[in-house]
């Protein structure tokens, strides 16, 4: 079973550039997440679709991150503009649904450094 | 909101020593989930509890769920140099929120 694909691996941004990330869900995975990780911390839910309807983005900083998943199966996030502070590593995850206790699988994350 | 704190932050043992880490709750949990992180890799699934004082064990690793369903800890027995990472406790409270403890890293010295 493939894994959950993200894309880019890697990024460098100047703040105030946009960028965005790309995220394949595992195949048949109804729910899916994206998290950011600041270094040293642990990973912070900022969305999660379930399908393509949003069931939790009450972390998504909305001024400036947006994300979709239109059909319900790969999904990008974006940043636009970034700031400093947006850097840090951003992990797709998904699962096969959303609801309490659902092992949630995760990909090998982007990582994003704003100068 | 939903609090969940995990201790402690960081711990260094000597190769063949125990290890634990906790995991509190100001809020019954429905369950918990933990993970394991790698230096440089991704969040991976250990383990789910879910029942009340629940007692789970993987080779070396024991994993229980409080009485009160508020806390949870992890114990490695006699750590090797392949423990090496950060232990995230994961829950889910019955309100549905989803929340990542701040993890408890592991280093082991050989």
């Known amino acids: 079973e493939a894994g959950v694909a993200q894309s880019p691996r890697y990024k460098i941004i100047e703040k105030r550039q946009s960028v965005a990330f790309w995220c394949n869900p595992i195949?048949?995975?109804?729910?899916l997440y994206w998290y950011q990780q600041i270094l040293g911390q642990g990973p912070k839910l900022l969305i999660q679709?379930?399908?393509?309807?949003?069931?939790?983005d009450s972390q998504l900083p909305k001024d400036r991150f947006s994300a979709e998943r239109l059909k319900g199966v790969d999904s990008t996030l974006k940043i636009q503009p970034a700031k400093l502070e947006d850097s840090a590593v951003y992990l797709c995850?998904?699962?096969?649904?959303?609801?309490?206790?659902?092992?949630?699988?995760f990909g090998e994350g982007s990582w994003l450094t704003v100068v | 909101g939903q609090q969940v704190m995990q201790i402690p932050q960081y711990q260094h043992v000597q190769e063949g020593e125990d290890f634990t880490t906790y995991c509190n709750s100001s809020?019954?949990?429905?369950?918990i989930q933990w993970y394991k992180q790698r230096p440089g890799g991704h969040p991976v699934f250990l383990i789910q509890?879910?029942?009340?004082?629940e007692v789970k064990k993987q080779k070396r690793l024991t994993f229980q769920f409080g009485e009160a369903k508020k806390n949870s800890s992890l114990h490695i027995t006699a750590t090797q140099t392949t423990d090496v990472g950060t232990y995230f406790c994961?829950?889910?409270?019955?309100?549905?929120?989803?929340?990542f403890g701040g993890g408890t890293r592991l280093m082991v010295k050989p």
């Open positions: 995850a998904s699962s096969r649904r959303g609801d309490s206790g659902n092992t949630i699988y």
């Open positions: 195949s048949g995975h109804a729910t």
């Open positions: 679709f379930q399908n393509n309807g949003v069931v939790d």
């Open positions: 809020t019954t949990l429905s369950n």
């Open positions: 509890l879910v029942k009340s004082g």
């Open positions: 994961h829950i889910n409270n019955a309100g549905n929120m989803l929340t």
